[in-house]
C-alpha cells in the first residue's frame, strides 16, 4: 500500500500516547488511558478520516497487549508491534538523546513512516492463555529450582536453624503444587483447541521434546504468525548468526544475536541436550561439528536451530518427526552417551 498515514503509540500502565502524521501534518499529541474505553477510542481517533493507518507500539508485554488486538481487529488499520531493540537504535540514528513518553510515540511515528512494516497478527485466545500459563510455568519452575539448591544448602549447615529448614521445605511443595495446577490447566486448554492438541502430539514424537519442553515450545511458537518462514522463525527465536567483521583487522568470531524471544530459545536447550545423546541425526550433526572444530556449546546451539527448523516442518506440514530430514546419516552413529533426563 502506497498511501498511508504513519502512527506511533507509547504504551505505559495507565497512559497511552498517540502520535499521527495524518498526510504530511504532524497532529498534535494525544493521551489516553490505557483502558477498555482508551483503546475503543483510539480507535475511533485514528479511524476518523479515511485511508490507512499503520501503527507502531513497542512489545511492552501485557500492557500493550488488549491495545494490539482492538488495533488489529479496526478497519483500515494495520499494526506493527516492533521489537523495542531496534527501536532503540532507531531512536538513536535520528540523534534523539532525551527520553519521555511523548519522544517515544514521536519516534515509533517515524519508525512507522520509515522503516519496513511487518503487520501484527493477534493470535486465537486459546494461544495467548497456553502462552501466559507456560511462561508462568517457566518462572515457577526457576524458582523451584531455586529454592530446592538453598534448601539443599541449609541441609549441610548446622548452623540453619530448623526451622528456616522447614520453611524452604514448605516454600518447594507450595511451588510443586502451583506448577502441578498450571500445568492441569495447560492440559485443558489444549483439550478445547483441536489444532493445539494435535500440534503438541507432533511435538511429543521427537526424541529429546518431552511433556515440559512440548508445552513451553507449543506456547511460543503458536503466537507466530502463519506466513512466516523458517529463516524468521530462527530470528524471532534469536538464533540468527551475527556477524562482526571490519576491514582485514577486525574479525570476530559470529554468534548468535540474541535478538528475539528468550523464552523460546531456553525452551530449546534442554530438548537439544538430550537429542545429542539420544537421537541419532541430530547426534551426528553435533559430533560432525565438534569433528570441525566447533566448541561443544557452538554445536549445541547449532543442534537448537536444526531442532526449530524441524519443528516449523512438523508444525506447517502436520507430519511427525523424521531425523533424516534434518541430517542425513553418513556412517553408524557411536551409542549414546549417558543417560539425560527429558524436560
Known sequence: MDKFDACGIEVSARELVVALNRGEQAERLRSFPNTAEGHAAVVRF???????????????????????????GAAQIEVMVANPRAVRHFAS????????????????????????FQPWSAPSPTAFALAAVARRLETLTEQCTAEKNRLHAAQLSAAIPLAVRRDVQRSVRSIERAIARLTREALRLLECDPLLSGSYQLL?????????????????TALLSDDLDVRQWVA????????????SSVHRKARISKTGNRHLRRALYMPALVAVSHEP?????????????KCKMQALVAVMRKLLH????????????????VYRLSAPVPAPAPSVEAA
Open 204 to 220: 511429543l514424537t521427537a526424541k529429546g521434546i518431552g511433556p515440559t519442553s512440548a508445552l513451553r515450545l507449543l506456547a511460543e
Open 281 to 293: 541425526h541430530l547426534r551426528a550433526f553435533y559430533r560432525h561439528l565438534l569433528a570441525h572444530g
Open 310 to 325: 524441524a519443528i516449523y516442518g512438523m508444525l506447517k506440514y502436520r507430519q511427525p518427526y523424521d531425523g533424516a530430514k
Open 93 to 116: 540514528a535520528l540523534m534523539q538523546r532525551s527520553k519521555n513518553d511523548r519522544l517515544d510515540a514521536v519516534v515509533l511515528r517515524e519508525f512507522a513512516a520509515r522503516m519496513p
Open 236 to 247: 524471532y527465536a534469536g538464533l540468527d548468526p551475527r556477524e562482526y567483521q571490519s576491514g
Open 46 to 72: 485514528l479511524g476518523s478520516a479515511p485511508g490507512c493507518v499503520r501503527v507502531v507500539l513497542e512489545s511492552t508485554g501485557l500492557y500493550g497487549l488488549d491495545l494490539a488486538c482492538a488495533l488489529a
